[in-house]
């Protein structure tokens, strides 16, 4: 049997930082996991993780999961909590405008026993104090201000209630790889002129194709292909998956373009541009938050402050993929 979600003050209004809404288009595109654990034996790790922690804790556990996006730990706890037959009431809470049940479909109707609150900040939660009897996060926390979001952790914990944290480390192969995307992105965002040839091809073709006449069109395709030449030069030495993938959707609009009006047509480009452009912010952020050791101290410093011991820090190290997580498990004091 499962305890009923903890209940929540009202909702407040959605951030309007930038930084918060660049994850909502993430989370709507049924993705489960977040930036750095879209990997088989990395999600198999991390689920592990979480099932080790839902048997440390009681029956009708109440658990807060912070910076949840699609509920991938709440998720896995509550997997474990089913097989143990321990019926935990399950909250999870991000900044980004979040809805698990509905866009992460595979999981849907586990999701929907768990109570999702979005456009919420870590450091100003909706609960009430000594709520939950543990709060986890994973590849979360470290996006938002620790000094606050410790102290909001402390607060709603029992005493003696436990925090798992597993954040995403310096030296991770998953940011060499990112670096290599963000690269591609930021020269096909800022130096290549694929979107701005794009667009005016699209608006030439429009014109020539409904005046009709048969006259040729073939100079505004080679004016594109010209420029798709250009950008796959540049990365003719590395991977260059970032460019193919908006390469392969910009010629798919192309290919549609008679069955879109042209305003769509444009439309569509743009929107592409917007989702390139929130995915280098993305990227960006993940990379500036990761921890080293100075950073992991950080985090344990702050945790004590607002009376939380640390009673274990360790990487989780997967394979080929190295240390894929810092594992922090804590207890607040008495």
């Known amino acids: 049997m499962t305890t009923a979600p903890p209940s929540a003050a009202p909702p ?20 489960l996991h977040s930036l750095g654990a879209e990997n ?8 592990k993780h979480w099932h080790l922690v839902a048997e440390l804790l009681p029956p009708q ?15 896995a706890i509550a997997k474990a909590g089913h097989q143990f037959g321990k019926g935990f009431a399950i909250a999870g809470i991000d900044a980004a405008s979040i809805e698990p049940a509905r866009y992460a479909i595979r999981h849907g109707e586990l999701l929907r026993t768990i ?10 939660l909706p609960f009430k104090d000594g709520l939950f009897d543990a709060v986890v996060s994973q590849y979360g926390i470290e996006y938002g201000d620790l000094a606050r ?26 940011l060499e790889v990112a670096r290599t995307k963000v690269k591609q ?41 010209g420029e798709v030449e250009r950008a796959m ?34 439309a569509a480009v743009n929107v592409l541009r917007k989702r390139m452009a929130d995915h280098v912010a993305r990227t960006d952020a993940m990379m ?35 240390d894929v997580a810092w594992r922090v498990s804590a207890r607040k004091g008495d």
């Open 12 to 31: 407040l209004a959605p951030p309007d930082d930038q930084k918060y809404r660049i994850w909502d288009g993430y989370w709507r595109d049924s993705r």
């Open 40 to 47: 088989p034996e990395v999600e198999a790790a991390l689920d």
């Open 61 to 75: 556990a109440c658990i807060l999961d912070i910076a949840c996006g699609n509920g991938a730990a709440a998720l």
């Open 115 to 124: 109570q999702f609150h979005g456009n919420t900040r870590m450091d100003e």
């Open 149 to 174: 979001a410790t102290w909001e952790v402390s607060r709603v914990l029992k005493p003696a209630g436990i925090v798992s944290i597993l954040a995403m480390p310096a030296t991770s192969s998953v």
């Open 185 to 225: 992105s930021q020269y096909i965002m800022s130096e290549s002129k694929l979107f701005d040839v794009m667009l005016v091809v699209l608006q030439a073709l429009h014109h020539v194709e409904s005046a009709g006449g048969g006259r040729d069109t073939k100079q505004y395709l080679d004016r594109f292909n």
């Open 233 to 266: 030069a540049r990365f003719a030495k590395v991977d260059s998956d970032m460019v193919i993938a908006v390469v392969v959707a910009l010629q798919r609009i192309l290919t549609e373009r008679r069955n879109l009006d042209i305003t769509h047509q444009i």
């Open 288 to 322: 500036r938050s990761a921890l080293g050791d100075a950073g992991l101290n950080g985090l344990k410093r702050r945790l004590h402050e607002a009376g939380i011991s640390v009673q274990e820090s360790k990487p989780v190290s997967v394979g080929q993929h190295g």
